[in-house]
């Protein structure tokens, strides 16, 4: 996936959400949080390109359980470049370069509240990447190592199993996993998150790895402003087709706030 993508960003959002908390404040304890975003970026002039990301992700915990499912799409046009007439000589159009999207839950029973052990299912789906579409379940031991009023930190691990599509071969991949996950977040200020998420799922004919950072700033109990670095890699590509093992995408999103 080669393209130019120049860089005038209009951002704008309305989606549900559910991010900005005073401290002193619990949720509900018998509903759902979540969070949702939407981005859209637009270039004219010299060079063009359009680009749509959207992300939803509800959550539901008490005592004794903890539920949450998630949902991203990111669908992009830019001038791609490339021999598409086979004569030699390297040419640009103006089509689609980005069409992805995943889904993806989770449910976990709590033995304390820092022991868990969580069932979780992932799939997606990207028409730019070596896989046409990877789905993966696994069974997982979940521990909280940090759960301060500002600071929180937990981490998943466990056995699981893979299937997957090539998209260069068509051959349809399956076999046991590894999966591992890291979340991490603290308040800077009494308006302003930082986060980090990692997840890996490794197996015996590819390891995907994806790790999500950013940093959101509430403007007040309905909106916040977010800005992300997402960077995902598959370690099983066809190289000579110049395919890259990593793909990134920055985000500027607008977040709606609800409870």
């Known amino acids: 996936m080669r393209h130019r993508t120049p860089l005038l960003l209009l951002a704008l959002a309305c989606a549900p959400a559910a991010f900005a908390q005073e401290a002193d404040e619990a949720p509900p304890a018998d509903g759902w949080t979540g969070t949702g975003e939407l981005g859209f970026a637009l270039s004219r002039g010299n060079a063009r390109s359009e680009s749509l ?84 379940a696994s069974v997982n031991y979940g521990r909280v190592f940090v759960d301060g009023e500002r600071t929180t930190f937990s981490g998943e691990i466990g056995p699981g199993y893979r299937r997957a599509r090539s998209l260069e071969t068509g051959e349809v991949e399956s076999g046991a996993i590894l999966r591992g996950k890291l979340d991490f977040a603290h308040r800077l200020t009494a308006n302003t998150e930082l986060f980090n998420v990692l997840l890996v799922e490794s197996g015996s004919d590819n390891t995907f790895a994806q790790n999500d950072l950013g940093i959101a700033v509430a403007m007040n109990e309905a909106f916040a402003l977010k800005a992300g670095l997402q960077a995902r890699h598959n370690t099983d590509v066809d ?21």
């Open 53 to 136: 990301n959207a992300r939803l992700a509800f959550g539901r915990e008490d005592e004794q359980w903890k539920h949450a499912w998630h949902a991203a799409a990111l669908r992009a046009k830019g001038e791609v470049s490339g021999d598409f007439d086979g004569d030699g000589v390297a040419e640009e159009r103006y089509e689609l370069n980005a069409n992805r999207y995943e889904l993806g839950a989770s449910s976990g029973y709590k033995f304390d509240p820092r022991n868990s052990v969580i069932g979780s299912v992932r799939y997606e789906n990207d028409d730019f990447s070596p896989y046409e579409y990877q789905a993966t």
């Open 239 to 259: 190289a000579a087709s110049g395919v890259k093992k990593t793909d990134t995408l920055t985000t500027l999103n607008l977040v709606y706030s609800f409870r």
